[in-house]
């Protein structure tokens, strides 16, 4: 996949949720849902980003750590919002219910609301955010890690030992995609990943934001968040490369405390293969982008079209500098 004939690489970027996606501007979030009832919910918000507030936080590699949480956080904060279309009610029995009756809760409040009040949502936000980094450090770092040790006594030269952890990684990483892909639930929400890319291939191309015009772009893009997390893998093998092959404990904390590093260059990294139309960046890009074709992305149909559409047109910025890549 190339871009061709590109007219406006944009900085705007989304995610798809469930039966919706979310698009983040320069200036907005809006995200867009697909209620059961087939209308279309659209709520859009003005972006609080930190990374503006404080001009050290907008600085070259330190960007990329602030954006990378505040990422995980309107992420998360955008699923739950689109959850909330889809739970089913559930019949509380009051006036039985010893529990609630104990901690005086109200019919329609929990334990959890009852002690946070209106910290509640924030708490619960921080709390999954945090779940979710512990859960990926796990998963991404410290068990490559661990199966990478077991070669140890075969292998002894440090950086082979950093670049068989990295190929761990690498493919646990891949085989969580695809495994995730196969789940029915997962393949509607990679349909809407698709309609996403779609609709901003459209934008960028300056093309009238139709379903008819958006159905005949690609669904693969190098600047997808999908790519981000390949670039922070591979580059996750050149910087623990220096640290060499400490003790274990060492290896754990290194591993943490680096992270944020990592995520810096990455980012880094992918602005300038963003930017760039020249061989070398599409090569860079082309992992990325076959993840995408082989897990993270599928076809949309016209009705997923349309909700992306709904969400990248509430945050096009009047003036189309202002969201140059």
Same mark, same amino acid.
């Given at each position: 996949?190339?871009?061709?004939?590109?007219?406006?690489?944009? /900085?705007?970027?989304?995610?798809?949720?469930?039966?919706?996606?979310?698009?983040?501007?320069?200036?907005?979030?809006?995200?867009?849902?697909?209620?059961?009832?087939?209308?279309?919910?659209?709520?859009?918000?003005?972006?609080?980003?930190?990374?503006?507030?404080?001009?050290?936080?907008?600085?070259?590699?330190?960007?990329?750590?602030?954006?990378?949480?505040?990422?995980?956080?309107?992420? /998360? $904060?955008?699923?739950?919002?689109?959850?909330?279309?889809?739970?089913?009610?559930?019949?509380?029995?009051?006036?039985?219910?010893?529990?609630?009756?104990?901690?005086?809760?109200?019919?329609?409040?929990?334990?959890?609301?009852?002690?946070?009040?209106?910290?509640?949502?924030?708490?619960?936000?921080?709390?999954?955010?945090?779940?979710?980094? %512990?859960?990926?450090?796990?998963?991404?770092?410290?068990?490559?890690?661990?199966? /990478?040790?077991?070669?140890? /006594?075969?292998?002894?030269?440090?950086?082979?030992? $950093?670049?068989?952890?990295?190929?761990?990684?690498?493919?646990?990483?891949?085989?969580?995609?695809?495994?995730?892909?196969?789940?029915?639930?997962?393949?509607?929400?990679?349909?809407?990943?698709?309609?996403?890319?779609?609709?901003?291939?459209?934008?960028?191309?300056?093309?009238?934001?139709?379903?008819? $015009?958006?159905?005949?772009?690609?669904?693969?893009?190098?600047?997808?968040? %999908?790519?981000?997390?390949?670039?922070?893998?591979?580059?996750?093998?050149?910087?623990?490369?220096?640290?060499? !092959?400490?003790?274990?404990?060492?290896?754990?904390?290194?591993?943490?405390?680096?992270?944020?590093?990592?995520?810096?260059?990455?980012?880094?990294?992918?602005?300038?293969?963003?930017?760039?139309?020249?061989?070398?960046?599409?090569?860079?890009?082309?992992?990325?982008?076959?993840?995408?074709?082989?897990?993270?992305?599928?076809?949309?149909?016209?009705?997923?079209?349309?909700?992306?559409?709904?969400?990248?047109?509430?945050?096009?910025?009047? $003036?189309?500098?202002?969201?140059? !890549?």
């Amino acid at each position: 996949m190339k871009e061709n004939n590109l007219k406006h690489k944009t /900085t705007i970027g989304g995610q798809a949720i469930i039966e919706g996606v979310m698009m983040k501007g320069p200036e907005k979030i809006s995200m867009a849902v697909r209620k059961p009832d087939e209308d279309i919910e659209l709520k859009v918000d003005k972006i609080d980003s930190i990374g503006k507030k404080y001009k050290l936080l907008s600085l070259p590699f330190i960007r990329g750590v602030v954006g990378l949480v505040e990422a995980m956080v309107v992420g /998360t $904060n955008a699923l739950m919002y689109s959850a909330d279309f889809f739970e089913e009610e559930e019949e509380i029995e009051y006036k039985d219910n010893i529990f609630r009756r104990m901690f005086k809760l109200k019919e329609d409040e929990t334990l959890f609301e009852k002690i946070f009040k209106d910290k509640a949502e924030d708490v619960s936000m921080f709390l999954t955010v945090a779940f979710s980094i %512990t859960i990926s450090i796990l998963v991404f770092m410290i068990l490559p890690n661990f199966l /990478t040790s077991i070669l140890k /006594t075969k292998v002894t030269n440090p950086i082979y030992l $950093n670049m068989i952890e990295g190929i761990i990684r690498v493919s646990i990483f891949f085989i969580y995609v695809i495994g995730i892909s196969k789940l029915e639930d997962i393949k509607r929400v990679f349909e809407y990943h698709g309609a996403e890319h779609k609709s901003i291939h459209c934008y960028e191309s300056m093309e009238e934001l139709t379903v008819e $015009n958006v159905k005949t772009k690609p669904i693969l893009h190098p600047r997808c968040g %999908t790519s981000f997390l390949f670039m922070v893998m591979i580059i996750s093998i050149f910087v623990l490369s220096f640290f060499g !092959w400490p003790s274990p404990l060492q290896r754990i904390l290194i591993r943490i405390l680096m992270f944020p590093v990592i995520a810096g260059i990455s980012y880094e990294v992918n602005r300038l293969i963003g930017r760039s139309d020249s061989k070398l960046s599409y090569y860079l890009s082309y992992p990325g982008l076959m993840i995408q074709k082989y897990a993270t992305v599928r076809e949309p149909d016209d009705s997923q079209i349309e909700v992306a559409i709904e969400a990248l047109k509430s945050v096009i910025p009047d $003036n189309m500098e202002d969201d140059l !890549w």
